[in-house]
């Protein structure tokens, strides 16, 4: 059996985040398998990586936890919209990925008539009041699932992605902002911001 690791607790999540959510539950989830299973701790630098499918509330989480963030490159986007995440240990070079099993409005049926009726034009300080109350009941209930009931958990083999580079700037020549030169475009023989270049079409 593993070796339970010191996890923050899920009251450090919302300070960054700002209020609890069913969200944030399942991102703290997430980390805190992640941490538990691959036998590692908080990353200090890029050793743990998390590879996320979305860029919901859950992802906030993700970052307070794990430590994984975009500035140390070891926070990778992929723009999916899945409630998937995937984590390597760089060290033992093993990979966990995790699919939610269950939707929140599985979870909760009536969770979303009631954000529903909390949100409209005709809501009454009660309707936001039931709302906050059962959202707060429902992270909870997430926070306290079985993790199995939870997430599909899957080790997996995965090509693990390079440590971040760090590349040299160029400067645009339409807009004069600096841009990595990885990201980059040549246009007419000199360098373009994404922005500011002109995709080439015959349609």
């Known amino acids: 059996m593993k070796e339970s690791k010191k996890i923050l607790p899920f009251s450090e999540v919302t300070r960054f985040h700002g209020h609890v959510c069913p969200g944030t539950a399942i991102g703290y989830r997430a980390g805190e398998i992640a941490i538990n299973e691959l036998s590692s701790s908080r990353a200090v630098d890029e050793e743990f990586l998390a590879i996320v499918e979305n860029d919901s509330c859950s992802v906030d989480a993700i970052q307070v936890l794990t430590g994984c963030t975009f500035g140390k490159g070891n926070l990778i986007f992929k723009d999916y919209g899945k409630n998937v995440y995937t984590f390597i240990n760089r060290t033992s070079g093993d990979v966990l990925r995790l699919s ?33 109350k059962r959202k707060d009941e429902l992270s909870q209930k997430i ?29 645009c020549s339409k807009c004069g902002e600096f841009v990595a030169e990885h990201r980059a475009r040549v246009e007419n023989g000199q360098f373009s911001c994404i922005p500011c270049f002109s995709e080439y079409s015959r349609n």
């Not at 939707?103 to 009454?124: C, G, H, T, Y």
């Not at 083999?157 to 700037?169: G, K, T, V, Y």
């Open 143 to 171: 926070l306290d699932m079985d993790a199995a009931e939870l997430f599909k958990i899957e080790n997996i083999d995965l090509e693990i992605p390079e440590a971040a580079r760090i590349f040299a700037s160029v400067k």
């Open 100 to 132: 939610l099993s269950k939707s929140v409005d599985e979870i909760d049926p009536e969770f979303s008539n009631l954000r529903k009726k909390a949100f409209s034009q005709k809501s009454s300080a009660q309707d936001k009041v039931n709302f906050e």
